[in-house]
T-cell receptor, first 116, second 113 residues
Framework: GENVEQHPSTLSVQEGDSAVIKCTYS??????FPWYKQELGKRPQLIID?????GEKKDQRIAVTLNKTAKHFSLHITETQPEDSAVYFCAAQRQRGSGNTGKLIFGQGTTLQVKP | SAVISQKPSRDICQRGTSLTIQCQVD?????MFWYRQQPGQSLTLIAT?????????ESGFVIDKFPISRPNLTFSTLTVSNMSPEDSSIYLC??????????FGQGTRLTVV
């Protein structure tokens, strides 16, 4: 069935360093890949996403890359700050339509700790 | 984005009872979903709430345990029936805008004692 594997499960970096989180998906029909940030006790918040017709997308300090052939995508956070500390989830989705509901399949999550 | 109001935000319930969680959106949306997030875990899709028809449940989730209503394009409810301590979790509704982007309600933290 559909599956998304996410690594690492925990990541600790010094403030100012970069952080990279990687995900692999199994459903080759997936074509939308969002990343969510969840702070303790809060709802998941969409921080960046990428569609299958694009290989990389950047938004200030965060970027996402996609390798469709290998079926993996990664989140890159540069110049990390303590407020980046949170749990990050990747997800994969088939685009809604043609019988697809557009449901998201989530990775297991990565707890990122940025040490001041 | 959309403003998604979910209530209650938390509740403590006795085993054997049922709890209905409400999700209200400030605009009409085609797709609404219900997720469960067990403590320290990822999000697992329970079902897709379909307007005007029965919800579509994922493997491992059944209508008798998690009945869902979707009377219109802005509102849905999830009921957790005959609760046991194993149902203690965060339940989140999600709406899809456009063809892909999904946003979440603030969640309902359920504790079953």
């Amino acid at each position: 069935g559909e599956n998304v594997e996410q690594h690492p499960s925990t990541l600790s970096v010094q403030e100012g360093d970069s952080a990279v989180i990687k995900c692999t998906y199994s459903d080759s029909a997936s074509n939308y890949f969002p990343w969510y940030k969840q702070e303790l006790g809060k709802r998941p918040q969409l921080i960046i996403d990428i569609r299958s017709n694009v290989g990389e997308k950047k938004d200030q300090r965060i970027a996402v890359t996609l390798n469709k052939t290998a079926k993996h995508f990664s989140l890159h956070i540069t110049e990390t700050q303590p407020e980046d500390s949170a749990v990050y989830f990747c997800a994969a989705q088939r685009q809604r339509g043609s019988g697809n509901t557009g449901k998201l399949i989530f990775g297991q999550g990565t707890t990122l700790q940025v040490k001041p | 984005s959309a403003v998604i109001s979910q209530k209650p935000s938390r509740d403590i319930c006795q085993r054997g009872t049922s709890l209905t969680i409400q999700c209200q959106v400030d605009s009409q949306v085609t797709m609404m979903f219900w997720y469960r997030q067990q403590p320290g875990q990822s999000l697992t899709l329970i079902a897709t709430a379909n307007q005007g028809s029965e919800a579509t449940y994922e493997s491992g989730f059944v209508i008798d345990k998690f009945p869902i209503s979707r009377p219109n394009l802005t509102f849905s409810t999830l009921t957790v029936s005959n609760m046991s301590p194993e149902d203690s979790s965060i339940y989140l509704c999600s709406v899809a805008l456009g063809r892909t982007e999904a946003f979440f309600g603030q969640g309902t933290r359920l504790t079953v004692v």
